[in-house]
């Protein structure tokens, strides 16, 4: 019994094949009929960015044949030309590692801005840190930037703080030491 479950489940999971693109943000999988059933209800427009494993881009809905087939309510026509967005991610092919981009995760930044600068601050820096990994592997490539973007501020943040308390201290040590010498 617990087998065929399994196997139930992965079929199921190789049916969530399908991603797109609403307000610049990824969304899915979800199945092909998930994503028809949102078009029809005008949740995803013609116009909207689709992709799904073995595509080489993302393309809009009404320019996907296989989605248009069968029928169904299309919103959002593409007459004329449209200016497309760039997909908002890149997802990887398989055996096609270059796709992934390079997002970095400023964790050993993070570890000295905590370490040496300010550490309330550094402590948020490394949770963001800790997550661009941990996004990266379920492909979530807008999170794992918007993780780094958040952990580089923070660390630029106990940075500036550090900078802040530390010249003026260093500033008031070396006069004192000058007003020793003489």
Known sequence: MRGRRSVLHIQFLNKMNWYYSKNGRQQGPVSEQVLRAKCADGEISGTDLVWKEGMRDWKPYASVPELLLG?????????????????????????????????????????????????????????????????????????????????????GVSAGIALLIYLPVIVVWIIGLSHLAH
């Open 71 to 155: 029928g169904g309510r299309l919103h959002g026509s593409i007459d004329g030309p449209v200016m497309l967005p760039q997909p908002p991610l890149l997802i990887p092919r398989h055996g096609d590692p270059m796709t992934v981009p390079h997002i970095p995760s400023y964790l050993w930044q993070s570890i000295i801005a905590t370490l040496f600068c300010c550490m309330p601050f550094g402590i948020v820096a490394i949770v963001y840190a800790a997550k661009v990994d941990s996004l990266l592997s379920v492909r979530d490539y807008v999170g794992a930037q918007s993780a780094s973007d958040s952990a580089k501020i923070w660390v």
